[in-house]
């Protein structure tokens, strides 16, 4: 673990958190299936998702979170964005922080309302207020290249325009915390250049981030740590170079 | 709930009402055609069978239909409210109140609008509009906390147990089959079970306070407010307890 500077405040962290999930959850769901499991007395496996987990971010850290699929790296973001609320451990979050999530392009976004509406609607969900949102629009609008699309339901876009507009509103304020996961397989070649042009110009100006990803050159690049999950654990948590090297190794790619 | 939350309820609100409009060439018409149908249906099959004056059973019935459909409607709409806002709750912290309160809110809108209808019909079959009509819109709060209070208990409990709407929906037809909503309470002479169970339904308080003003032209009774608030208060604490109880799980069974 990393010494923890006395002088910096904590943006979130995090004691022994573990979640874990039902497997084949869709039979639970009824007061049927409940009365038959409880008269028999038996309970249902369970997955875990996320196990023992201690971690403190500070501000102005930009962290890296990188493992297999099935790691538990989006359940850990989901702990950070309150979405989830663990079944063991504390989770201490700073309050004063704006935290804004892009855990998936598009969250809240509503198929028969205009760009313009989303845009309310996804921004409001990240905390700003109708007045930020319309004082920005003209931003985001020539960030996302949308031109008179703007006012077009956002069932008529293609993919890609769907993408840029929900990633020109997350980022087009400067967020105090961003958390991202994996959201950059979207968009042509020169916009998603574009954007992490943008996720470097935030990093570097002081936005505490965590970003999920499984480019591993960038996270190097640009993180000043590295988290290592698997199995729901952090297998290494620190320094980014020795942490991909572990981690290349692990994986038989060097 | 949080000022994110706050501002989602409202905005999600309107733009539900506004969608709903939106692509449909009747458009706002429609909202008074349906209710309006659907009571000239009900008022002819009643008056038929029942054999009474068909203008003066008409004022009765609806007077206190219209605000049990406001309710039912809650309650059938707040009900899976949560599960279905899986897309929103699995992605990004809301509060759990915003997506039943967003339904009730666009229930009440649409309830207002169909109240236009029940006083058009008071003047048309000429009853003589009273002096009392000016407690209706009190009278519309004690049912729209209930409808809100049971909306949220049935929100929670559905996201547990799926198999619970029939039995909620069976228990609101049983609820007003025995309220005196289709029959007159002095239907029944005082010391018969009949009467006693009118006397002990909560509902009949909740339909005096719409009865009295619109058909009788009196004022409703201390006992009707007294005891139709107290009901609404009671049902709205029950069902915010329940779902700040369950607002941790509720993740994990959607």
Redesign the interface.
């Known amino acids: 673990m990393r010494n923890a500077d006395r002088h910096t405040t904590a943006v979130f962290e995090l004691k022994d958190v573990s979640v874990s ?2 497997k084949h ?1 869709t039979k ?5 299936y ?1 009365l038959t499991n409880f008269l028999d007395g038996r309970s249902s496996p369970r997955f875990q998702a996320l196990q023992n987990i201690s971690m403190r971010i500070e501000e102005g850290e930009n962290i890296g979170v990188i493992g297999r699929n099935g790691a538990g790296k989006s359940t850990l973001l ?1 702990v950070l ?5 663990p079944q063991h451990g504390s989770v201490y979050l700073n309050r004063s922080k704006h935290i804004v ?1 892009l ?2 392009l598009g ?2 976004f ?1 198929p ?2 205009s760009g313009r ?1 989303n845009c ?2 996804a921004g ?4 700003y ?2 007045r930020e949102i319309r004082e920005r629009l003209d931003g985001i609008m020539k960030f996302a290249e949308l031109g008179e699309y703007i006012d077009e339901p956002v069932k008529n876009y293609s993919s890609g325009m769907y993408a840029r507009l929900a990633f020109a509103l997350a980022t087009d304020v400067k967020p105090e915390v961003l958390l991202v996961d994996e959201v950059f397989g979207v968009g042509d070649e020169f916009f998603m250049r574009k954007c992490m042009v943008r996720m470097q110009r935030l990093m570097r100006a002081g936005s505490t981030t965590v970003f999920v990803s499984h480019n591993l050159d960038f996270l190097v690049t640009q993180c000043q740590r590295l988290v290592w999950m698997d199995r729901g654990s952090i297998v290494m948590d620190g320094n980014p170079l020795e942490v991909a090297r572990a981690y290349r190794g692990s994986e038989g790619l060097d | 709930m949080d ?2 939350s706050r ?2 309820t409202w ?2 609100a309107l ?1 539900q009402l506004k ?1 709903k409009y ?2 449909t060439s009747l458009g706002f018409v429609w909202n008074f055609l349906e209710p309006a149908l659907f009571l000239i249906v009900l008022s002819l099959v009643f008056s038929v069978v029942n054999r009474m004056d068909i203008s003066d059973y008409a004022v009765f019935l609806f007077s206190a239909l219209v605000p049990w459909r406001y309710f039912e409607k809650i309650v059938n709409t707040c009900m899976d409210s949560i599960v279905g806002g899986d ?8 509060s759990p109140f915003a997506l039943p309160l967003t339904r009730w809110m666009v229930s009440s809108i649409e309830f207002l609008i169909s109240f236009v209808i029940v006083l058009a019909l008071v003047a048309v079959v000429e009853k003589p509009l009273t002096i009392h009509l000016i407690a209706l819109p009190v009278a519309m709060v004690p049912w729209a906390m209930l409808g809100l209070g049971v909306g949220l208990i049935s929100a929670v409990l559905f996201t ?5 709407k029939t039995i909620v929906q069976m228990t609101l037809m049983l609820a007003f089959f025995s309220s005196p909503i289709l029959f007159r309470a002095d239907l029944f002479a005082d010391s018969t079970l009949q009467a006693s169970l009118v006397r002990w339904h909560p509902i009949t308080y909740f339909a005096a306070l719409f009865q009295k003003p619109i058909y009788y032209g009196v004022w409703p009774d201390q006992l009707d407010w007294v005891t139709a608030f107290a009901v609404g208060g009671l049902a709205l604490l029950i069902g915010y307890m329940m779902v700040d109880r369950a ?3 509720l ?3 959607l």
């Open positions: 999930f039902e959850a639970h769901r009824s007061l049927k409940m989901r964005t309150k979405v989830i609320s999530p855990l998936e969250i809240g509503q028969d309302l509406e309310c609607l409001i969900l990240m905390g207020s109708r | 000022v994110a501002r989602f905005f999600y733009s969608l939106r692509y897309w929103l709750l699995k992605k990004m912290y809301v547990f147990f799926r198999d619970i607002r941790s799980q993740y994990y069974y």
